[in-house]
C-alpha cells in the first residue's frame, strides 16, 4: 500500500491555512470597505460622539454584541474607530466584546446549554468588558496605540486614492475609491496576517483534539485556568467551539472550564494577537490578554460554582 504524500496533520494544517487566509483577507477588505462607507457618510465628530461618556461603553457593548465576527475579523473595525479618534475605553469594550457575545452565540447556548448558562456567561462578558473598556482608558492605556500609516495606492488614480468626500451614490469611481483605500489598509497588515494564520495552522493541524479530553480529570481550580491559556493559542469563533464543547463535556469537562476554553480562543487567539501587534505595544498587548484570561476563568469559575454543573 502506498503512503500518503503528506501526513494528516500536515494537510489539515494546510487546508486551514488556505481557507482561513482567504476569509480573513476578504473579511478585511469587505469591512474596511463598509467602515471607511460609515466614515465617509458620519463624520469623525460624530462618530466621537456616540463613543463618548458613559452612553460610549453602551454603544460600544450593543455593537459588539451585533456583530458576528471572530477576534481577526473585528481589528477592520477596531482601527476603523481609532482612525476617527472614538473614544479609547469604547473601543476596548467592543474589541472585548464582538468575538465574545453575538445572536449566533447566544442563541447556539440557549439551545445547548440552557438559559441559566447562557444568562451567566453573557452577564459576565458584558460586566468585565464594560469594567476592562472604563480601566484601561482610565489608566491612560490609549498611549500604546500606534495606527499603521495610510500609504498612496498605486493601483489607481490619485483622484480615486484620495479620500473622497461622502458620496450620495455608489458610483463606479467611489467604489473604486473604495477599494483601493480597503485594499491598501489591508496591504498594511498582510505580514502579521500571513505570520498570524500560519501559526494558527500549524497548531490547528499538531495539537491532537484528544489532548483536551485528557484535561477532565484535573481539579477545577486548576483545569478552569489552564482551559483558559490553552485556549490562547486557538483560533476559532465562540460559536464553533460549541459543538466541541458538548464533546468535551460529555468527556468529563465541567461546563466552566469548557466555557474558559471557548472565550480564551475566541477572545484572544494568538493569530489576533499577532496582527494587534501591529497596532498595540506591548504593554496594551499583555493588558489585553489578561482581561481576556480574567474573563475566561472568571466566568468559568461563575458558571461552576454559581450553576454547580459537572459534565458528568
Known amino acids: 500500500m502506498n503512503?500518503?504524500?503528506?501526513?494528516?496533520?500536515?494537510?489539515?494544517?494546510?487546508?486551514?491555512?488556505?481557507?482561513t487566509l482567504g476569509?480573513?483577507?476578504?473579511?478585511?477588505?469587505?469591512?474596511?470597505?463598509?467602515?471607511m462607507v460609515l466614515q465617509d457618510r458620519f463624520p469623525a465628530a460624530r462618530i466621537q460622539a456616540l463613543l463618548s461618556g458613559g452612553r460610549g461603553y453602551l454603544t460600544a457593548t450593543a455593537l459588539g454584541a451585533i456583530t458576528p465576527?471572530?477576534?481577526?475579523?473585528?481589528?477592520?473595525?477596531?482601527?476603523?474607530?481609532?482612525?476617527?479618534?472614538?473614544?479609547?475605553?469604547?473601543?476596548?469594550?467592543?474589541?472585548?466584546?464582538?468575538p465574545l457575545l453575538n445572536p449566533v452565540l447566544v442563541v447556539l447556548l440557549l439551545s445547548v446549554f440552557g438559559a441559566a448558562l447562557t444568562l451567566l456567561y453573557s452577564a459576565a462578558v458584558l460586566l468585565i468588558a464594560l469594567t476592562a473598556?472604563?480601566?484601561?482608558?482610565?489608566?491612560?492605556?490609549?498611549?500604546?496605540?500606534?495606527?499603521?500609516?495610510?500609504?498612496s495606492c498605486s493601483c489607481s488614480s490619485d483622484a480615486a486614492v484620495a479620500t473622497p468626500a461622502p458620496a450620495r451614490s455608489f458610483s463606479g469611481p467611489y467604489l473604486q475609491s473604495l477599494f483601493g483605500r480597503a485594499l491598501t489598509e489591508t496591504k498594511s497588515f498582510l505580514p502579521h496576517l500571513l505570520f498570524g494564520v500560519l501559526v494558527g495552522a500549524v497548531i490547528h493541524g499538531y495539537i491532537p483534539t484528544g489532548f483536551f479530553q485528557q484535561l477532565g480529570n484535573l481539579n477545577q481550580w486548576i483545569l478552569i485556568p489552564?482551559?483558559?491559556?490553552?485556549?490562547?493559542?486557538?483560533y476559532?469563533?465562540?460559536?464553533?467551539?460549541?459543538?466541541?464543547?458538548?464533546?468535551?463535556?460529555?468527556?468529563?469537562?465541567s461546563y466552566?472550564?469548557?466555557?474558559?476554553?471557548?472565550?480564551?480562543?475566541?477572545?484572544?487567539?494568538?493569530?489576533?494577537?499577532i496582527i494587534l501587534k501591529r497596532i498595540f505595544q506591548w504593554p496594551l498587548l499583555l493588558a489585553f490578554i489578561a482581561v481576556v484570561f480574567l474573563t475566561a476563568c472568571i466566568t468559568g469559575f461563575s458558571i461552576d460554582f454559581l450553576l454547580n454543573t459537572t459534565g458528568e
Request: glycine fraction near 8%.
Open 133 to 151: 473598556g472604563v480601566l484601561l482608558s482610565w489608566l491612560n492605556f490609549q498611549r500604546f496605540v500606534t495606527l499603521p500609516e495610510l500609504k
Open 236 to 253: 476559532v469563533r465562540a460559536s464553533s467551539m460549541i459543538p466541541l464543547a458538548l464533546s468535551l463535556v460529555g468527556k468529563g469537562m
Open 23 to 35: 476569509e480573513l483577507l476578504l473579511l478585511f477588505i469587505l469591512i474596511s470597505m463598509l467602515v
Open 69 to 98: 465576527f471572530c477576534s481577526c475579523s473585528t481589528l477592520p473595525m477596531l482601527v476603523g474607530m481609532l482612525r476617527a479618534n472614538a473614544a479609547f475605553g469604547p473601543v476596548m469594550t467592543f474589541l472585548l466584546t464582538s
Open 256 to 273: 466552566g472550564s469548557v466555557m474558559a476554553l471557548t472565550i480564551g480562543g475566541a477572545g484572544a487567539s494568538l493569530p489576533e494577537m
Open 226 to 234: 489552564i482551559a483558559a491559556l490553552l485556549g490562547i493559542p486557538l
Open 3 to 19: 503512503e500518503p504524500m503528506f501526513s494528516p496533520a500536515f494537510a489539515a494544517s494546510v487546508e486551514f491555512f488556505i481557507g
